[in-house]
């Protein structure tokens, strides 16, 4: 069965193998031994205790078993939870199908081993260790440094729990070899993963210091699967530094260039800040306070890290009712701007007021009286102007966005004579872009300076979007009106997205099956010119799950798979030719109608993909 879903963050981790359907279990027995193995070996006694609590469950005195135990124990124990191209990811619990201690530790050695081998023995590799504030994040960071030290890494670990742009940064900033980051962003509470970067001797390419991509990750896999049981991979006792908070420092002062001339102007913004319980609150403070921005207030609910995430269901600023408190004060405090960055804090989500958007009907709400979330290829129009007017006349200078973000930014740069760049989905393949200086896609991310992080960070994006903001209304302008004017210049570019989620996981190829088999003949009622799979490669990009749709009056859709939830996520975009002399009214009209659009075409398209 297959159910829609609001969109969420488009993350670029590997399957969860948690969230796939278990290896059926007819031999208790069998499934007993493997668990009885597991425990034999397991290096965390709370782990082994809910193991052997799930056990006695699941067989039950005089036959009468608890088939939900089973089912746990027989998912859990399915296979191993899988590494990929950003690392692991998964609910934490105990078994090899899940992120705990033991799996991490194998992990570990795995990378050291891969390390070693590619950098030859005795090379030292010189490892960076971060970590968020989730649950076991710290443990985790822990055993990671104890098995690389014990590998004959240099190890260094960042001095607290600190957002994953910190880490990015100072795997270029130390020129570290690699690097891991504890942390699984905007996950639930319950969820925590593993990222890898490489750089330093271990990546020399344009993609110094990003997450690994082939064929890195299937080289640590097999590393992994070459390690032995959790207990008996060696773990030092120290011998790891522990870096003090002299690279947060670091880190704040190469933002300095992305801060507003006018230091008057940021003084006069009123901004509203969030952080959903994440670790960026303090420093996103601080790096608003530095370019000057005085007239800051953080929701207080959300501004210090908490792991159960209380305020919000799902700690995803693209969550309905994630914002909602946000908003809520941005109405209080008379605000012009909302920022919020989910939990790691290398997304940036944007809300602003927007009076064409606005129903003043009932109750006065923030939606109701025209604060909304800006969508993450607006923001990405706006950041891509403001990066291509940088690189106009410079050779070499590219900009990027993933294939499934809106072609705004391509069409900005074309009018400029500036490079552009379509990549995969994921800031791994962004970030490798030649000559990059600004990268974005639709799911919030933003790299704004690769030269330092080659990454996302929503930490510099918000001092850059809170800039341009600031720059605006010292003229009497907002953000608004600097998307109305992109659109007069180059189009009026309207994005959205439809998910749908599988109870059955069988399901989700059989649907991108069907839909390559017999696509729609129109979008939104327009002839369908063009149908690509992206699985047979386009425009020079690696084969790809997915297909692209392309109509005749430029409606262009992308399915394709979710790479970190059981779901088929669909990707719409309308344009619109918009009059240079249009006024604000016109161009708000369109972008009201251009949404209606999307609207019916997400009826459309959950009717023929059976959502």
Request: hydrophobic share 40%.
């Amino acid at each position: 069965m297959a159910t829609t879903d609001e969109p969420t963050a488009d993350g670029t981790a590997p399957e969860r193998a948690a969230d796939l359907p278990p290896t059926p279990t007819t031999d208790l027995p069998t499934l007993l031994e493997q668990v009885e193995r597991w425990i034999r070996h397991d290096v965390d006694d709370r782990d082994v205790d809910e193991l052997t609590r799930l056990v006695d469950f699941a067989t039950a005195d005089e036959g009468r078993r608890h088939p939900r135990a089973l089912a746990e124990l027989q998912d859990r124990f399915a296979g191993t939870l899988q590494f990929g191209t950003a690392g692991l990811r998964g609910t934490m619990a105990g078994g090899p199908n899940r992120m705990n201690r033991a799996v991490v530790i194998r992990a570990a050695a795995g990378l050291g081993a891969h390390l070693i081998r590619t950098l030859g023995p005795g090379s030292g590799p010189r490892v960076v260790v971060g970590y968020d504030a989730r649950h076991r994040s710290a443990d985790f960071a822990r055993d990671s440094a104890a098995v690389l030290a014990a590998a004959g890494c240099e190890v260094l670990m960042l001095p607290r729990p600190l957002p994953t742009p910190i880490l990015a940064f100072a795997v270029r900033h130390l020129d570290a070899d690699a690097g891991v980051m504890v942390t699984a962003s905007h996950n639930p509470a319950a969820d925590n993963g593993y990222k890898v970067y490489l750089g330093g001797r271990a990546e020399t390419g344009p993609g110094q210091g990003a997450q690994i991509v082939p064929p890195h990750d299937a080289l640590i896999a097999e590393a992994i699967a070459d390690v032995g049981p959790a207990d008996e991979v060696p773990r030092a006792d120290g011998g790891w530094a522990e870096l003090d908070l002299g690279v947060v420092e670091e880190y704040l002062r190469t933002l300095a260039p992305l801060r507003p001339a006018d230091p008057g102007a940021a003084s006069r913004l009123k901004v509203v800040t969030t952080s959903l319980h994440g670790v960026g609150g303090r420093l996103l403070a601080r790096a608003l306070a530095d370019a000057g921005f005085t007239r800051v207030t953080p929701v207080e609910e959300q501004s210090y890290p908490d792991p159960d995430f209380p305020s919000v269901s799902f700690p995803n600023p693209e969550e309905t009712g994630a914002m909602d408190l946000a908003l809520g004060l941005a109405i209080e405090v008379g605000a012009d701007l909302v920022i919020a960055n989910d939990p790691d804090a290398d997304r940036c989500a944007v809300a602003v007021l927007d009076t064409t958007q606005g129903t003043h009907q009932g109750v006065e709400t923030a939606r109701s009286s025209g604060w909304r979330m800006l969508h993450g290829d607006e923001v990405g129009m706006l950041l891509g102007t403001e990066a291509v007017a940088r690189a106009t006349g410079r050779p070499g200078a590219t900009v990027a966005s993933s294939v499934v973000s809106s072609r705004a930014l391509a069409r900005l740069a074309a009018d400029a004579g500036v490079a552009h760049a379509t990549t995969l989905t994921g800031f791994k393949w962004i970030s490798r872009t030649e000559g990059l200086v600004f990268g974005y896609e639709e799911a919030l991310g933003y790299c704004v300076d690769p030269e330092h992080v080659r990454d996302k960070d929503g930490i510099s994006a918000a001092v850059l979007v809170a800039g341009l903001a600031a720059r605006l209304a010292a003229s009497g302008r907002t953000l608004v009106d600097a998307l109305d004017d992109i659109a007069r210049d180059h189009g009026l570019y309207v994005t959205d997205q439809l998910a749908g989620r599988f109870d059955d996981l069988r399901q989700i190829p059989e649907t991108m099956s069907r839909l390559r088999s017999d696509p729609p003949s129109t979008l939104g009622g327009s002839p369908v010119t063009t149908v690509v799979d992206l699985a047979d490669g386009y425009d020079g990009l690696p084969p790809t799950d997915g297909l692209l749709l392309l109509a005749e009056d430029h409606t262009r859709v992308i399915v394709r798979p979710s790479g970190t939830e059981p779901k088929v996520k669909c990707y719409l975009e309308t344009v619109t030719d918009v009059a240079r002399d249009a006024s604000a009214l016109e161009v708000g009209t369109a972008r009201v109608a251009a949404r209606e659009r999307l609207v019916a075409l997400k009826g459309e398209l959950a009717g023929h993909l059976g959502l």
